[in-house]
Structure formats: C-alpha cells, structure tokens
C-alpha cells in the first residue's frame, strides 16, 4: 500500500508560486493604463475634442516680431551720410553710416522691440524731391517675410519722431511666400492719379477681395490726430474693416483668402506730393489756414541760390537754415513773440521750409535741390497662424 505524506510545506510553495505570478502580472496592466493616459494627454489638440474637431482660436501674435526685412534702400551702406527733416519748422539732421554702430539705421530696428523710451529706426538713402507729380516714384520697398501662413488682422508702420507720413503708399501680401503678390491697402492724396482707383470706395460682397485707396491718412483719419503734422506717426491698416462678409468670416471663403499671408511689402511711391501738384504743400500744412491763406501756397521758390555763409552742424543739432526766398507776407499771422524778444519788432511773416544744405570737405556750403527720406521706427502685422 502507498502512502501520500502529508508535507506541511507543499501549501505554503503553492501560494507563493501563485502569489509571484499575480504580483508580476499586474505591474504590466497598470503601466499600459499609465502609458494609454500619457499618450492620450500627449495627443492633446485644442481644436479637437476626442477626434471631433471645435471651434478654437490660436493665439494673437505680432507675426513681424523678430522676422528679417529686406529694404531697397538704407542710408549710409556706401559712405557717409547727412539726413534732414527739412519739413519741419526746426528741421533736425542725423548722420547716418552703417560701419558706426551709433550711427546706423538699418531694417532690422523695424521688427525688434518697440520701446518708446528708446526708439530704434530704419531710414532710407536721401531721394531727390520731385520738381512735379510727373517725375519717377520712388519705389522704395520694406519686404516681410513671415515664414509661415497668417490670418493677417492689421498691419501698422509706425514712423520715427518728426517724420511726416509719406503721401503715397502701397501694401502689397503674398500667400505663397513671394512667389506672386496681391494689392492690400493703397494710401494717397490723389488715389486716382497716382494708383488709378476711386478714394474710399465702397466696398460690396462683389468685390470683397479688392484693395482701397484712401487719403485717411492725411486728414487724421488712421490715428484720430490731424494732417501731417509731426505729431501724426502711425498708419494701420486694418484688414476686414468695410467688408460686409466681415461678421461671418468663419462662412467666408473670399475672406479667409483675403487676410491669408505669408509676405507683406510696403512701397512708398511718394513722400509728398509737388507743391503745384498739391494743396497740400507740407511745410505749410504744419500751420493753421488761419496763418497761411491758400493763396501763398502756390508760390514759387528759388532752389538752387547758393548759400554764402559757412555753416558747421554737428551731429544731431537741430537748426534753422535761411529761407532763399522772399518772406510771404500773410495777412493773418498771430502776433506772436517770446518775453525775451518783447522790445523787438513783430515779424508777421511766414518763410517756406529750407533747402539741403550739402557741407563739402573744406567745409565749403552750397544749396541743393530739396532731398527727402523715408524713417519707420516700427512695422507690426498681427494675425493668427
């Protein structure tokens, strides 16, 4: 007869074989619980909830920050040079040299940080003013590259303190990253003539894609303060302002095509317009038209006397040089002057803006043709990717 012995042992083998093979199972169910969590969190989308795809809104950038500019012309690349705000009653001159670091001015102060405490610019090469509306433009162009596609919401150049807003100005995008360009946005005194398109057109659900021409900007009309005065810095350009399909946009393919881009070029055609071309003579619209009757803003002006007193301008000093023509008598001038000068006759008359003052080498001075430029201190566009 067999006899099976009882070993005590033999339950205590059972439950542990069994216990280490529960114990080594688990662990494995739980990290695939682990591990389906974190993808699913990883996956995450804001636009899609749980594979269905929602309404949602990227974050509002100012898509220019930090991206590069190309400029047709920046002052000072060949040699040294004398730049003056010859607009202003108290024109101001800076010297411009690329190889100075304190004295450049070159495209990439248009898209870093904008501090108004220290303002940063890009300025042009000096351009001959022209003598008629019929001269060359000049076609001076800041190209922007995004390097991705936008929903473009406006578009705002910001131009250096004492500058006057040029008269002509065109805003051009790409949507293939400037293989082909589209107008956006002109601005001129004369819309017709300069860019052939109505001012301030209506704008219809037929022709939503179509770029305006306005002269808002020369009457207040981008920044709510008046003119071309100094005091006037800023044009924006708000993209879907006046397109009726504007409060449906997400139903609007026309639209949503239209603020697309992934370039934006701005051309500055005209600084001013000519003065027998224009009302508009820009030294004189720094006055009141109770200081200056429209009947002086015609006259002619001698460009090219020389000048017989020698004249050394440091960098930087603010000066006024003498008017070449006689004074024009207004009828109207206040009577106006300082404490200091109270014993003094009252002059009540008003003298056209001064000429460029070309300094030579040996400190020779002659007068020239008048030049002008063109000063942004900041080019924002702001839009969604």
């Keep these: 007869m067999v006899y099976w012995r009882y070993s005590p042992s033999f339950p205590v083998m059972y439950l542990l074989v069994l216990g280490v093979l529960l114990v080594a199972s688990t662990p494995t169910h739980s990290a695939n619980l682990d591990e389906g969590a974190f993808s699913k969190h990883a996956s995450y989308d804001p636009c899609y909830d749980e594979d269905r795809p929602r309404r949602c809104l990227p974050d509002f950038v100012n898509a220019a920050f930090g991206m590069p500019v190309v400029a047709s012309s920046t002052c000072g690349q060949r040699s040294l040079e004398r ?16 190889g100075n670091p304190r004295k450049r001015y070159p495209p990439s102060a248009l898209t870093d940080v904008n501090n108004s405490n220290n303002v940063t610019c890009w300025r042009s090469e000096p351009l001959r003013s022209p003598a008629s509306i019929n001269d060359p433009p000049d076609n001076v162009t800041l190209t922007l590259s995004l390097g991705k596609k936008y929903e473009l919401t406006y578009i705002s150049l910001t131009f250096c303190p004492g500058i006057i807003k040029p008269d002509s100005i065109a805003i051009y995008k790409s949507a293939d990253f400037g293989k082909s360009w589209q107008a956006f946005q002109f601005y001129s005194s004369q819309c017709r003539r300069v860019y052939g398109r109505p001012n301030r057109a209506t704008i219809t659900r037929a022709n939503e894609q179509e770029a305006r021409c306005t002269d808002a900007h020369r009457h207040g009309g981008e920044s709510g303060i008046g003119g071309t005065g100094a005091s006037v810095s800023r044009i924006a350009f708000s993209t879907l302002e006046g397109r009726p399909s504007a409060p449906d946009f997400d139903s609007s393919p026309v639209l949503q095509d239209w603020v697309t881009a992934t370039d934006v070029r701005i051309v500055f055609h005209r600084h001013q317009m000519p003065p ?13 038209s109770a200081q200056v009757p429209a009947s002086f803003r015609r ?36 009577q106006v002057r300082s404490q200091s000068n109270a014993s003094e006759p009252v002059n009540s008359s008003i ?6 003052l070309t300094i030579g080498r040996a400190g020779s001075s002659t007068r020239q043709q008048p030049h002008h430029h063109y000063a942004v201190s900041d080019f924002a566009v702001g839009g969604r990717l």
């Design 351 to 356: 003298k056209p803006p001064a000429e460029v």
């Design 276 to 288: 027998e071309d224009s009302f508009e003579d820009p030294w004189y619209l720094l006055h009141s």
């Design 299 to 334: 006259q002619p002006r001698d460009l090219n006397v020389p000048l017989e007193d020698e004249q050394n301008v440091s960098d930087g000093e603010v000066f006024q040089l003498p008017s070449t023509t006689p004074d024009y008598q207004s009828e109207e001038a206040p």
């Design 83 to 98: 730049l003056c705000d010859v607009q202003q009653v108290r024109p101001r001159c800076v010297q411009c040299d690329e």
